[in-house]
């Protein structure tokens, strides 16, 4: 019972769309009829306004590593597990939005770092470096979801907290399959460019 309730407080945790709370509040209409329409950071970044896009990465991180302390405190690596899982769950599906949410690359990275420092490290170090030679936040998103689960098995994650990790990779790759098409057809766009007819 105690992991069910850590999993949905998880998921509510997770479900909060900070992208499209904070592009409300500074008076920028919805954010998912801006660009890619989604309510995540790098298209928050497409309103021109890097302010906003910083505090959504931060905050959608925020929520997954508070997801996971949370339930490490309260059920160890179950805890992590039902607790992370929810959130990522949460953020890509949440409730309030008709369970059309975004992309889950910050709020993932949130999840591992919690869970599993040099995992989430590596993956972010391994999007950083994807993102600087790419200029492609997608590209860089799914490089860093192939990394963080080898990193997480060399380093011997624990077992549930390794399951997690590779739970996580898999949902964001797939929430990527329409940028994997675009990557590969070469019309992906560039961070900081247009996207949906040239909107910002």
């Not at 998880?10 to 329409?37: C, Q």
């Not at 972010?124 to 470096?129: D, P, T």
């Not at 624990?158 to 990779?169: F, G, K």
């Amino acid at each position: 019972m105690i992991v069910l309730l850590l999993a949905i407080g998880g998921y509510l945790l997770g479900s909060i769309p900070f992208g499209l709370v904070l592009t409300n509040a500074a008076g920028l209409g919805d954010i998912r009829k801006i660009g890619s329409g989604n309510i995540g950071a790098t298209n928050v970044l497409r309103t021109g306004r890097k302010g906003l896009a910083a505090a959504t990465l931060v905050l959608d991180t925020a929520k997954g590593a508070a997801a996971v302390l949370i339930g490490a405190q309260v059920a160890g690596d179950n805890g992590v597990l039902a607790a992370g899982l929810g959130a990522i769950i949460g953020h890509l599906f949440p409730v309030w939005l008709g369970f059309k949410g975004g992309k889950g690359v910050a709020t993932g990275l949130g999840v591992l770092l919690a869970a599993a420092p040099l995992a989430g490290l590596a993956a972010a170090l391994v999007w950083l470096g994807t993102a600087l030679i790419t200029r492609i936040s997608s590209a860089s998103a799914l490089a860093a979801c192939i990394a963080a689960p080898v990193i997480g098995a060399v380093v011997g994650t624990p077992l549930p907290v390794e399951a997690l990790v590779m739970v996580t990779s898999v949902l964001i790759i797939g929430r990527h399959h329409a940028n994997i098409r675009r990557l590969l057809a070469g019309t992906e766009p560039r961070i900081g460019g247009t996207q949906g007819g040239g909107k910002k």
